[in-house]
């Protein structure tokens, strides 16, 4: 099963992943609005996109690194798996936009890079929670009822299951399950 310390570990990649993709976003605004900058907004535009560019770092190199690690397994074993076309994206989309910043002069898609992974990862965290709630390793007794009715001179009481002895002597309606290890 998926255990608690993986669950923190991606919460904590998932705040990072969600921080930085915030905040890249907000430094793209006036390229999502479009709007016509003057000499000095360019170079302040300039700095946002560079700073955009660090930001993205910690997402690309520690928070999409599971999609990295589970690819290469992956390919070290000759199989194919979901996470090696997602690393596939987050790469290009990474060195298209170092391209756009450097040779283009544009903003890149720094903040679609880390939006994938921020919501990749989210996804990831509620299966895992899911996963981890549901347990598969389940012994004879997690298929009892919850109670049964036991007779105890003649009196017919409704009890938990647990509260069952040896020598009890219990009720059975037609198609009822046994609540005993009989």
């Known amino acids: ?7 923190s570990v991606r919460a904590i990649k998932i705040g990072i992943a969600g921080f930085c993709f915030g905040n890249i976003m907000m430094l793209s605004f006036p ?17 946002f996109d560079f700073i955009s560019l660090g930001l993205s770092l910690p997402v690309l ?16 074993q000759r199989t194919l798996n979901i996470d090696l076309p997602i690393a ?12 756009e910043l450097f040779i283009n002069h544009q903003s890149g898609y720094f ?5 994938i992974v921020f919501l990749l ?3 990831r965290y509620f299966q895992d929670l899911t996963y981890h709630s549901l347990t ?7 298929y009892f ?8 001179d003649g009196i017919l009481k409704v009890v938990n299951i647990r509260q069952l002895q040896t020598h009890d002597h219990i009720e059975l309606r037609n198609g009822e399950l046994l609540p005993a290890d009989a």
Request: hydrophobic share 40%.
């Open 1 to 7: 099963g998926v255990k608690k310390s993986t669950i």
């Open 31 to 47: 390229e999502y609005l479009g709007l016509s900058l003057d000499a000095g907004s360019l170079v302040l535009k300039r700095w």
């Open 61 to 76: 190199f520690y928070c999409a690194s599971e999609f990295f690690e589970s690819s290469y397994k992956a390919i070290r």
């Open 88 to 99: 596939l994206a987050v790469v290009a989309t990474f060195v298209r936009s170092l391209y």
């Open 111 to 115: 903040d679609s890079m880390t939006g």
């Open 121 to 123: 990862l989210t996804g």
């Open 136 to 142: 598969f390793d389940r012994d004879y007794k997690s």
């Open 145 to 152: 009822p919850l109670s049964a009715r036991r007779i105890t």
